[in-house]
C-alpha cells in the first residue's frame, strides 16, 4: 500500500467518523451499516465518505431538494382515515438502503423460487386440487380465504400465469438472513414510489449515486412492459392499467405507472364487456382492450359474479375471462395465496413439490385450524403474535388484530382462547420477527431505525425478474418487532451496488422499445370529459382574473367612485356567481378581491381551480409533471387565505401571479400535448369558454348606452389594447373595437379566432365519418361562423350576441352527448325471500 | 310430490333502460335425496342479445344474459316441473357429537363443492357474531349429537324470533335481525347460519320454494307463494347436509324445493347485475307451486 493510498484511507476514516458521531446500534438488533463491532461495514463506507465531504449544511439543502421534488411532482398518498380525507405527500428518508450485490442475489433467487411456488400453488387450488386432496393442505384453509374466488375456480388465465407482478416484504433477522414476512399477490402497490425515491434521491446526491454505480431500475419495468404486450393477442397493442379510481390511497402510482409503461389508465365504468371482449369507451367509439393490469382488488372486479355491490367493476368480466376475452395481471383469484394461513403449509408444500425446503425461510407460521398447532400456539401464547388468518375481521377482536400473546388485556386472552376453542382456523400464531436497522438522516446526524423492504418482481418471457432496488418501509419508532410496523412513517430508495458493469438503460423508455402509436382513438370518454371541463375551468378562471385586475387596476383610475362601469363589471362577477350577496355598496375593491379569494362563492376563483384540479386530477395520466405542477401551483396562489387587510395591490398581485401560471400551463399544454384527441378536447373547452366570456363582455360593454370608456374596459378583458394602440391612433371607437374583439382572424383573443380553431378540432376529431353529413356540433358551429363571416362589426347588436352565446352552450351539451354522456348503471333490485 | 312451479320477476323502470347485464340464478336443477327436475323454461322479455346457461361453483344453473336494446320494462318467467321425493331423515340422536363435526370440518380434504368447508367462514351476507354464536351456544354442548342441537337451533328461532314481513330488506344483516328479534326467512336463514358458524359448526343457505296450502275450504290464491329460505347444516360425512327451515321449525321435506345453494343469500342471489339507467326500478315477484297429481303410473305404491 503506497504512502498516499493510507492517507486517503486514513482520510476518509476520519470523516465517516465524522458523520458517524453517536450512531448507536440497538441492542440485539442488526444493523445495515453498522457491524458488530461499531465499524461500519465496507460497502457503506464509500458513501459515508461522500456524505461527510458534503456536509451538514449541503446535506440539508439537497434533501430539503428532494423533497421538493417529490412534492412539485404530485408524489402524494391518498390517506383515508385524514380528517380532511386528504392527500399527504409520501415522505423519504433521504439516505438509501445499500445493498451488496451477492447479499442481493442470493435474496433475489431465494424470492424467485418462492413465487415459482406460490404459482404452482394457484393453479393447483384453481385446477386440479392435488394439494387438498393429499392432505398437504386443508381445505378449510383455503375455503376461509375471501380472497378463494369460487366463481374462478375451474378457470385457467390466459397465458397461463396467475401470478405475473409479485411483491414480498422481507426483513433481515438478527442472524443476518433475510425472512419474508408477507406474500402480496393481489395488486401490489409501491413500485411507482421506489422509482419516485430512486429519482429524487439520485437528484438530491447525483455525484453519489454515479460513483456508487448501484444497478438501474428502467430495465425491469421495459421486461415488464414486453411481457404484458406478448400476451396482447389482438395486435392493436391496447393495454389498460385498472384502477379503482381516484379515490384510492395509492391512485396517484397508478397514474405514474400507466404513464411510465404507456398503456391506458381505466377504471372500471370506462370499460365494457361485449361478447367475450372487454373494451374500453372512448370518444371513437369501443376499442377492444386484451390485457389488463388489475389495481382493483379482486372481489370488486365484477358486480355480476363477485361483489354484486362494487361499482368500481365491470360487468361480465368473469365470464370474459373465463372465455380467454381477456388477460389479467394477475388473475382474478391471485390474492388467495397472501392468507397468513398458507404461509403455515408452505415448508411442507415446497418439500413435497420442489424436493426440498425453501431457500428463503419465512416468517414461523402456525394455524390454529389443527388440534396439534393450536395446542402449541397457546402453550406459547406470550411469545407468539396472534393475527388474523386470512387477514378478515375476528368477531370480538378489533379489526386487524395482530399482538403479541403477552400483551393481550385479560379480556383478549379470554377472547383468543374462546375463539381457539370455537374458530382456531380465523387465527394464526407467527413468530415474532425482529428486523434489522438502517441509518436514517435526523436533521444533523445519523440515527438508528428499523425497516422493512419490499421487493419486487416481474413475470418476463425468461422467467420471473426481480427488480434490483425497492421500497423500504421506515419506522421512526425503535420497536424492531416486524409485526409493529404495519405502516411505516417513512420510505427510503434501494441501492443494489454493482460489482460489474451497471446495465445502463434509462428511466426513459429506449426507442427501440417504445410501441409505435398513432392512434388517437383510445381516448377514454371519461378522460375527454375532463380534459374539456378542465379546459373551460381553466379559461373561466382566466376571464374572472381580467375582470378582478379589470376592477383593481385601470378602472379604479378612470372611474375611482362606484359608478356605472364598475356597475356593470360587477354584474359580469355576479352572473358568474363570484359576487358576494352580503358585500352591498362596498368599494369596489372589496368585490374583487371576494372574487379571487372566497371559498364559498361557487364562481370565485378558489372554486375554479379546485374545480380544475379535480377535473385534472382524475386523468393525471395525460399531464406531464410540469403541466400537473402548475396546476398544482395554480390551485395553492389562488386557494391561500388572504389576510383580512388585504389592498387593491395584493389582488391585483394575485390575480396577475394566477394569470401568469395558467399561461405557463397553456404554453406546456400546447408544447408539450400531442396533437391528439386529448389536446383537442382541452382546447374545445377553452374555446367554447372564451368565446362565451368575449360575447358576454361584448354585450355588457360594446351595447350603443353603455358608458364612456366602457370600450376601453372591453379592449382589456379581451387583451387586446396593444394590438388596438398599434393599428389605430384614436380613441376606442365602435366599429373598430368590435372588429378586433369579434372578427378578426388574425387577433388569437377574437370570436371569430376561437370559432375557426373549435372548427378545425371538430373536423378532425376521431370516429367521425368523413362521407357522413356534419355532425350536430358541426353545423352549429358553422352556423356562427357564417353569420361572423356575413357581418360588419358595426351591424352588432344585442341578440346577436345572446344568440351566438346560446348556440355556443348549446355545442357544450352536444359535444357532451355525443362524446362524453354515460349513463350511470345501476344496480339491479334484489329479490326478497320471505 | 310433483310441482309444476311458475315464478315471474317483472321490472319496470322510471326512464327506458339502454341496456343490462345480468346474471340470473332461478334455474332449479337435481338434488340427490331430494328432487329431480324434469321439465325446466325460462323466458326472458325482451329477448336478450345473449344469453348463455351454465353452472356456478355450488353446481346451481345460473345465465348468463345481456340486453342491448332499450326497454321499460323486464320480464324474467321461469316454469318447472319437480319431482320431490325426500330421503327420511337420520336419526338425530345418532348424528355425531358437535365437537367431532368441527374437528371433521377442519379436517376435510374436500375442496369440492358439497364440502363442508364453505360453510365454515363467514360469507358477504353473513359476518359473524359474538352475541349470536353465544345465543347459539347453550343448545351446542360439545358432545351434543349435532343434529339434535341444530334443530333445537332452529326451534328456538321460530319460537323468539318474530315473522315480520317489510321490517327488514334483502341486505339487513343477521346482528340487525337478531337483535330486533324479527325478520323474514332470510334473516332467520343467516341468523342461524352465523350462529352455528360462530361455533365452528359448517352452515349453509338455500333458496327455493314452499308449498303453501290454502286454509280448509279456500282456493290457492294464484301467485299468493313466495320464494323461500332455509339452512343447511352438515352432520357429518354419513348424513352430509340436513336441511332445516327455521321459519316454520320444520326440516325440509316435500313442500321444499330447492332453486339453490350457497354460503349466503349473496351467492344465490336470484338476480345481480346493472342496468344502464338514471331512473327508479320497480320489483314485483310472483310465485306458483302447485302441486299436481300424479299419473297413475307413477304413483307411489301405498
Known amino acids: 500500500m503506497s504512502g498516499a493510498e493510507t492517507r486517503s484511507i486514513a482520510f476518509e476514516q476520519a470523516a465517516v467518523e465524522s458523520v458517524l458521531g453517536g450512531y448507536e446500534t440497538l441492542p440485539g438488533v442488526r444493523d445495515e451499516m453498522m457491524d458488530a463491532d461499531g465499524q461500519p461495514r465496507a460497502h457503506w463506507v464509500a458513501f459515508l465518505a461522500s456524505l461527510a465531504e458534503l456536509g451538514p449544511d449541503d446535506l440539508r439543502r439537497r434533501f430539503s431538494a428532494a423533497d421538493r421534488y417529490l412534492r412539485e411532482s404530485g408524489v402524494f398518498y391518498r390517506v383515508y382515515d385524514d380528517a380532511g380525507g386528504g392527500e399527504r405527500p409520501w415522505s423519504l428518508s433521504h439516505i438509501p438502503l445499500l445493498l451488496e450485490k451477492s447479499d442481493w442475489s442470493e435474496l433475489a433467487a431465494g424470492l424467485v423460487e418462492r413465487v415459482e411456488l406460490l404459482e404452482t400453488v394457484l393453479a393447483d387450488l384453481y385446477g386440479a386440487g392435488s394439494l387438498v386432496a393429499s392432505g398437504a393442505l386443508p381445505a378449510a384453509a383455503v375455503a376461509g380465504s375471501p380472497e378463494f374466488l369460487r366463481p374462478l375456480v375451474g378457470v385457467k388465465p390466459r397465458g397461463g400465469r396467475f401470478l405475473r407482478f409479485y411483491a414480498a416484504d422481507v426483513g433481515r433477522g438478527p442472524d443476518g438472513r433475510w425472512w419474508v414476512l408477507s406474500d402480496r399477490t393481489q395488486a401490489p402497490s409501491g413500485v411507482g414510489y421506489a422509482l419516485e425515491n430512486r429519482l429524487a434521491v439520485t437528484r438530491a446526491l447525483p455525484d453519489v449515486s454515479r460513483t456508487l454505480r448501484m444497478e438501474r431500475l428502467a430495465s425491469f419495468f421495459q421486461s415488464f412492459r414486453t411481457s404484458l404486450l406478448k400476451l396482447e393477442a389482438t395486435g392493436e397493442g391496447r393495454i389498460g392499467l385498472l384502477t379503482p379510481g381516484s379515490l384510492n390511497e395509492t391512485y396517484f402510482e397508478h397514474a405514474l405507472l400507466a404513464r411510465y409503461l404507456g398503456f391506458l389508465l381505466v377504471e372500471g365504468e370506462d370499460l365494457t364487456v361485449r361478447g367475450d371482449a372487454v373494451n374500453v369507451r372512448t370518444v371513437a367509439g369501443l376499442k377492444r382492450v386484451d390485457v389488463l393490469l388489475r389495481r382493483l382488488d379482486a372481489d370488486f372486479g365484477d358486480p355480476l359474479e363477485l361483489n354484486a355491490h362494487s361499482r368500481l367493476g365491470v360487468p361480465g368480466l368473469v365470464q370474459a375471462v373465463r372465455q380467454g376475452g381477456v388477460a389479467l395481471a394477475n388473475a382474478l383469484g391471485a390474492g388467495l395465496v397472501e392468507a397468513p394461513a398458507l404461509m403455515a403449509f408452505l415448508p411442507r408444500i415446497a418439500t413435497e413439490m420442489l424436493g426440498h425446503p425453501l431457500a428463503l425461510p419465512h416468517v414461523g407460521t402456525w394455524w390454529c385450524g389443527q388440534d396439534v398447532e393450536r395446542a402449541q400456539v397457546m402453550e406459547h401464547l406470550d411469545d407468539l403474535v396472534i393475527t388474523s388468518a386470512f387477514g378478515g375481521r375476528i368477531p370480538g377482536l378489533p379489526r386487524r388484530f395482530s399482538a403479541v400473546g403477552a400483551d393481550l388485556s385479560p379480556a383478549e386472552r379470554r377472547r383468543v382462547a374462546a375463539l381457539m376453542a370455537q374458530r382456531g382456523a380465523d387465527l394464526v400464531g407467527q413468530d415474532i420477527a425482529r428486523v434489522s436497522t438502517m441509518p436514517v438522516w435526523n436533521g444533523d446526524r445519523l440515527v438508528p431505525r428499523p425497516f422493512t423492504l419490499r421487493v419486487f418482481l416481474a413475470a418476463t418471457e425468461d422467467g420471473w425478474e426481480v427488480m434490483p432496488g425497492g421500497f423500504c418501509r421506515i419506522s421512526e419508532s425503535l420497536d424492531a418487532r416486524a409485526f409493529s410496523m404495519q405502516r411505516g412513517d417513512r420510505s427510503a430508495d434501494v441501492w443494489v451496488l454493482s460489482d460489474g458493469v451497471v446495465n445502463s438503460a434509462t428511466l426513459m423508455p429506449s426507442p427501440e422499445n417504445v410501441r409505435i402509436r398513432r392512434s388517437s382513438g383510445t381516448l377514454q370518454s371519461r378522460s375527454a370529459d375532463n380534459l374539456f371541463w378542465l379546459g373551460r375551468y381553466l379559461e373561466r378562471a382566466e376571464a374572472t382574473m381580467r375582470v378582478v385586475r379589470a376592477l383593481v387596476g385601470r378602472l379604479s383610475e378612470v372611474e375611482p367612485s362606484a359608478g356605472p362601469l364598475v356597475a356593470r363589471v360587477l354584474s359580469l362577477l355576479s352572473s358568474w356567481g363570484a359576487m358576494p350577496r352580503d358585500l352591498a355598496r362596498a368599494n369596489p375593491a372589496r368585490y374583487a378581491i371576494a372574487a379571487l379569494t372566497r371559498m364559498d362563492l361557487p364562481g370565485a376563483l378558489p372554486q375554479l381551480v379546485r374545480n380544475a384540479r379535480a377535473s385534472a386530477s382524475v386523468i393525471r395520466d395525460r399531464f406531464s409533471p410540469d403541466a400537473w405542477r402548475a396546476l398544482l401551483d395554480l390551485e395553492s396562489c389562488l386557494t391561500t387565505p388572504v389576510p383580512n387587510a388585504a389592498s387593491e395591490a395584493d389582488a391585483y398581485e394575485r390575480a396577475d401571479a394566477g394569470l401568469r401560471i395558467i399561461a405557463a400551463f397553456s404554453g406546456l399544454a400546447s408544447e408539450n400535448m400531442n396533437r391528439l384527441a386529448g389536446w383537442r378536447f382541452l382546447e374545445i373547452g377553452r374555446r367554447i369558454e372564451r368565446s362565451i366570456a368575449i360575447l358576454r363582455f361584448a354585450r355588457t360593454f360594446a351595447e350603443p348606452a353603455a358608458p364612456r370608456g366602457a370600450l376601453n374596459v372591453l379592449l382589456q378583458l379581451a387583451d387586446s389594447q396593444i394590438t388596438y394602440r398599434t393599428r389605430y391612433v384614436m380613441l376606442e371607437a365602435r366599429g373598430p373595437v368590435l372588429d378586433l374583439v369579434m372578427l378578426d382572424p388574425d387577433n388569437p383573443r377574437s370570436l371569430m379566432f376561437q370559432i375557426q380553431r373549435i372548427a378545425d378540432h371538430l373536423h378532425v376529431l376521431p370516429g367521425r365519418d368523413p362521407d357522413a353529413p356534419p355532425s350536430l356540433s358541426e353545423r352549429l358551429v358553422a352556423r356562427i361562423l357564417s353569420d361572423l363571416i356575413a357581418r360588419t362589426a358595426e351591424s352588432f347588436e344585442l341578440q346577436h350576441f345572446e344568440a351566438m352565446e346560446g348556440d355556443l352552450l348549446k355545442l357544450s351539451d352536444e359535444i357532451g352527448a355525443h362524446y362524453f354522456i354515460q349513463e350511470p348503471e345501476e344496480t339491479v333490485y334484489w329479490p326478497v325471500a320471505t | ?302
Open chain 2, 1 to 302: 310430490m310433483l310441482y309444476d312451479i311458475r315464478q315471474t320477476t317483472s321490472y319496470s323502470y322510471a326512464v327506458p333502460v339502454r341496456a343490462t347485464k345480468q346474471v340470473l340464478r332461478m334455474s332449479p336443477v337435481d338434488r340427490k335425496g331430494h328432487q329431480h327436475v324434469i321439465a325446466h323454461v325460462l323466458d326472458v322479455t325482451p329477448r336478450p342479445s345473449e344469453i348463455e346457461r351454465g353452472r356456478d361453483f355450488f353446481g346451481n344453473g345460473i345465465a348468463w344474459m345481456a340486453i342491448d336494446a332499450a326497454h321499460d320494462r323486464l320480464d324474467i318467467a321461469t316454469r318447472s316441473r319437480i319431482d320431490v321425493t325426500v330421503t327420511p331423515l337420520p336419526e338425530a340422536l345418532g348424528t355425531p357429537g358437535v365437537e367431532a363435526i368441527r374437528a371433521a370440518a377442519l379436517a376435510s380434504q374436500d375442496l369440492g363443492p358439497a364440502s363442508p368447508v364453505h360453510g365454515l367462514f363467514a360469507s358477504r351476507s353473513v359476518p359473524l357474531e359474538v352475541d349470536i354464536a353465544d345465543w347459539v351456544a347453550t343448545s351446542c354442548a360439545d358432545d351434543r349429537p349435532v343434529l339434535a342441537a341444530a334443530m333445537e337451533v332452529m326451534t328456538r328461532i321460530h319460537e323468539d324470533f318474530a315473522y315480520q314481513p317489510g321490517a327488514t330488506c334483502v341486505t339487513t344483516l343477521p346482528a340487525e335481525a337478531f337483535a330486533a328479534r324479527s325478520g323474514v326467512c332470510q334473516d332467520f336463514a343467516h341468523v342461524m347460519i352465523a350462529g352455528l358458524r360462530g361455533l365452528g359448526l359448517p352452515a349453509r343457505y338455500v333458496s327455493g320454494y314452499l308449498r303453501t296450502v290454502p286454509p280448509a275450504g279456500e282456493e290457492r290464491l294464484a301467485g299468493a307463494d313466495a320464494t323461500h329460505a332455509w339452512v343447511e347444516v352438515w352432520c357429518g360425512e354419513e348424513a352430509g347436509w340436513i336441511g332445516l327451515d327455521p321459519t316454520n321449525a320444520i326440516p325440509a321435506g316435500e313442500d321444499h324445493v330447492i332453486l339453490a345453494i350457497g354460503r349466503d343469500y349473496a351467492d344465490v342471489s336470484p338476480v345481480d347485475g346493472v342496468v344502464v339507467s338514471s331512473g327508479s326500478q320497480i320489483l314485483a315477484v310472483g310465485v306458483d307451486v302447485v302441486p299436481v297429481e300424479r299419473p297413475q303410473a307413477d304413483a307411489p305404491a301405498s
